[in-house]
Nanobody
Framework: QVQLVESGGGLVQAGGSLRLSCAAS????????MGWFRQAPGKEREFVAA????????RYTDSVKGRFLISRDNAKNTVTLQMNSLKPEDTAVYYC?????????????????WGQGTQVTVSS
């Protein structure tokens, strides 16, 4: 079983930046696809970004392309989400997740383990 711990959330003004980190337990981090999802109050959990096992392939939801950057450090068992030019509509709880296999998936049900989430609030 993989344990995930997110950090880096907080309150920021529109146009600002935040950097989320997710630390994973276990020696097999490099064998997992990593993803970030978010869930706003009253809404479904939605895909934000994902990265392949070696970091060579990434996917983003359209609303964050050009503003968010996902990266990973397999030596440190961490994945980060750099969020720039934040907007009020980015406000949500952000979750880190892992997926076994090769596909850089965008569906929540493709992911096997989840962190507890970190709150991101963007004020206008």
């Amino acid at each position: 079983q993989v344990q995930l711990v997110e950090s880096g959330g907080g309150l920021v003004q529109a146009g600002g930046s935040l950097r989320l980190s997710c630390a994973a337990s276990g020696p097999t981090f490099s064998s997992y696809v990593m993803g970030w999802f978010r869930q706003a109050p009253g809404k479904e959990r939605e895909f934000v970004a994902a990265i392949s096992r070696n970091g060579g392939s990434t996917r983003y939801t359209d609303s964050v392309k050009g503003r968010f950057l996902i990266s990973r450090d397999n030596a440190k068992n961490t994945v980060t989400l750099q969020m720039n030019s934040l907007k009020p509509e980015d406000t949500a709880v952000y979750y880190c997740a892992v997926r076994s296999g090769l596909r850089v998936g965008v569906l929540a049900n493709e992911y096997d383990y989840w962190g507890q989430g970190t709150q991101v609030t963007v004020s206008s």
